[in-house]
């Protein structure tokens, strides 16, 4: 799969590879109304990283529709659509309009921004915020709903078991960790958000530790994420506990990364003489 | 059409202090650039830094291309380390390019013309005139108003430059190119990072842009 926001609504990478060998494109958050974004600069590399406040700049639902997932529809692959929106109203409008639409194949929803109606607090941080819009979204699609975890939480498994109880079918983490860089010489931030979340291999350690605990603590699917770069990052992340794998930044440094992966984890699959893929998830022997 | 491809280091050499000029041969897959397109470099040396780094088109030649960048960070210091016969991992041609809205009189009349007007200028005055390009450009339309066709100014450079010169060609009612620069992450279009300000909203540098018509910008 490919991470969203990191590969549009497909189009930029169509031109390097064959979209119908990836299991689902997730595309760019998308909410009701268009979004402009955030003041550049948006995005600066960290050691082994990078940090983004793109700023859930999306083109709306509407226009998805009409420009963009007819495009998409073409490739033998599955649409997730990722939506994200202001208030649990919000939320659910958007994914009731998405369930509406013919080619969509399930829905992923963003719960790391903040709800406008409970003082900016982030959807995502509390059990409780997490259950009650989690529920209504479920109440307003029969689509397959994945929740996109945020991982900047004490404990993830709270959350997890929250989105689990409010109806998710599966739960993808993990979204990106929040971070700052500064200009020593300005003494200004990098990004013009001020703060911004970081990605790539810099986070895959914490990644696989969360996927590793969400997974144990729920029966649904977890989709592992977080700086996969190649096969072997993503069979750790299968082992880890994870039932898919979803290629971020990535596809930022290699156009062709995620069929890149792929084949990674085919000859990782081969080296290691598995012949069902399944049968990987969670075998990591922890001892526990 | 833009590729992904490999190709590898035939010179890379410092031509004046930090400014290196890199050239690259054996591109299979390589499509023709047009003026003002740019190419996404990396290396496969590991994960740090992580993404390519924009280089705009110096010259094609014969057997490949040219690129001319200045050493200035983490990025551009290890591609300066490489050496005849190493690879690098690109993507391009990238972007639009200069419109040409008169192509008869800048490719047949004019080029030789350009070379022989052409003028350097220093702040200081150590070397050519003492002023900056704003002041010369100032300087050369005001003496060149009565010319056939409509001046077109096309500039690339650093972001005070470019506004210098776009305010000047707007006030003298002059149609201006400008190329910008922004913090990349993709170079395709994907990650709607390296936007710029227009007037018709957030335009994304790698995709509507390097080349924008200055009086569209919001500097």
Not at chain 1, 110 to 116: F, L, T, V
Request: with cysteine.
């Amino acid at each position: 799969m490919t991470a969203s926001g990191t590969f549009g609504y497909g189009e930029e990478y169509a031109e390097f590879m064959d979209l119908g060998r990836l299991g689902a494109v997730v595309v760019k958050g998308l909410s009701l109304q268009p979004r402009e974004g955030n003041p550049p600069p948006r995005v600066v590399e960290t050691a082994a990283g990078m940090l983004n406040a793109i700023g859930l700049q999306n083109i709306g639902i509407e226009a998805f529709v009409r420009e963009k997932l007819p495009f998409l529809r073409q490739f033998d692959t599955a649409v997730i659509a990722n939506f994200f929106g202001d208030s649990v109203e919000e939320y659910a409008a958007a994914a009731e309009r998405l369930s509406s639409v013919e080619g969509i194949h399930g829905l992923e929803m963003n719960i790391s921004c903040p709800n406008k109606q409970a003082g900016w607090c982030i959807f995502g941080t509390d059990p409780r915020v997490t259950f009650q819009v989690v529920s209504a979204v479920r109440k307003a699609t029969t689509l397959p709903l994945i929740v996109k975890l945020s991982p900047n939480v004490t404990d993830i498994t709270i959350m997890a078991r929250a989105a689990e109880d409010a109806g998710a079918d599966a739960l993808s983490l993990i979204n990106t960790l929040t971070g700052m860089a500064i200009d020593i010489r300005t003494r200004k931030p990098r990004l013009g958000n001020v703060t911004g979340g970081l990605s790539g291999p810099a986070i895959k350690p914490v990644a696989v530790k969360m996927v590793y605990e969400a997974s144990r603590a729920v029966g649904i699917p977890v989709i592992g994420m977080g700086g996969i770069m190649n096969g072997d990052d993503a069979a750790e992340f299968l082992i880890a506990g994870a039932s898919a794998v979803a290629v971020g930044t990535a596809s930022f440094v290699r156009p062709t990364a995620a069929v890149e992966i792929l084949d990674g984890i085919i000859a990782y699959m081969e080296r290691e003489k598995i012949e069902d893929i399944r049968s990987l998830t969670g075998t990591v022997d922890s001892g526990k | 059409m833009s590729r992904y491809f490999r190709a590898q280091i035939k010179e890379n050499r410092p031509l004046h202090q930090n400014h290196n000029l890199l050239s690259l041969v054996n591109l299979d897959e390589m499509t023709e650039p047009a003026p003002g397109q740019f190419y996404m470099v990396g290396t496969d040396r590991g994960y740090d830094p992580l993404l390519k780094r924009a280089f705009s088109l110096f010259r094609r030649t014969p057997d490949g291309l040219q690129l001319f960048y200045r050493v200035r960070g983490k990025g551009t210091s290890l591609l300066s380390s490489m050496g005849k016969g190493e690879v690098l991992d690109i993507v391009g041609p990238l972007g639009n390019s200069y419109p040409l809205p008169n192509e008869d009189q800048i490719l047949a009349g004019e080029l030789g013309g350009v070379y022989e007007n052409l003028v350097l200028c220093t702040d200081d005055g150590s070397c050519g005139i003492k002023g900056t390009v704003v002041d010369v450009l100032r300087d050369f339309m005001g003496r060149h108003t009565t010319t056939s066709s409509a001046p077109v100014v096309y500039a690339c450079g650093p972001v005070p430059m470019l506004r210098g010169i776009a305010e000047t060609a707007l006030s003298l009612g002059v149609r201006g190119y400008v190329s910008l620069e922004e913090n990349m992450a993709c170079g395709i279009g994907a990650c709607l990072g390296c936007v710029v300000r227009t007037k018709s909203g957030y335009r994304r540098v790698c995709k509507e842009g390097p080349v924008f018509d200055a009086a569209e910008i919001v500097w």
